[in-house]
């Protein structure tokens, strides 16, 4: 198993959820550390799984071109970047209920989804998270700028 550039992120990840969870552990309210602990523990598994992969994965060779792979890949960073600066605007200007469909919708169809599929795992998305925080958990999520 060969550490490669990925796998060094997924540490920095992982080490920085774990300490954030760490430091909500001793808070007094459960209601204040439910959500990072909860968030906290999603991305720990995802990022362990990630890591898990790159450990375990074969090396790809590089695929021959003209010199502008690093290049490209700063652009998909870049690119990947904007959609998460976008959706948490999002989530600022509209709230979490508005902006979860949204997002979910748009970046399917940027991918190349089918509409009728988007708007299913759109309206699903949506349930899931209404349900978990909304219902089961009374947590009441950021209803945005425009709402409040």
Do not use: C
Not at 58 to 70: F, L, N, Q
Not at 130 to 146: N, P, Q, S, T
């Amino acid at each position: 198993m060969k550490a490669k550039g990925n796998s060094y992120l997924y540490i920095v990840i992982i080490v920085i959820i774990a300490t954030l969870m760490g430091l909500s552990v001793p808070m007094a309210d459960i209601q204040t550390k439910l959500l990072p602990l909860m968030l906290g523990g999603i991305i720990l598994v995802l990022g362990g799984v990630g890591l898990w992969g790159e450990l375990k994965g074969k090396a790809k060779p590089a695929p021959p071109g003209s010199g502008d792979e690093k290049a490209m890949g700063w652009r998909k960073v870049l690119l990947n970047l904007a959609w998460v600066v976008g959706f948490f605007l999002g989530i600022y200007f509209v709230g979490f209920f508005i902006a979860i469909p949204l997002f979910v919708l748009a970046y399917m169809k940027w991918l190349g989804v089918k509409w009728r599929l988007a708007i299913i795992y759109a309206i699903l998305t949506l349930g899931i998270v209404y349900a978990a925080f909304g219902i089961a958990l009374k947590v009441e999520l950021y209803r945005g700028l425009l709402f409040t």
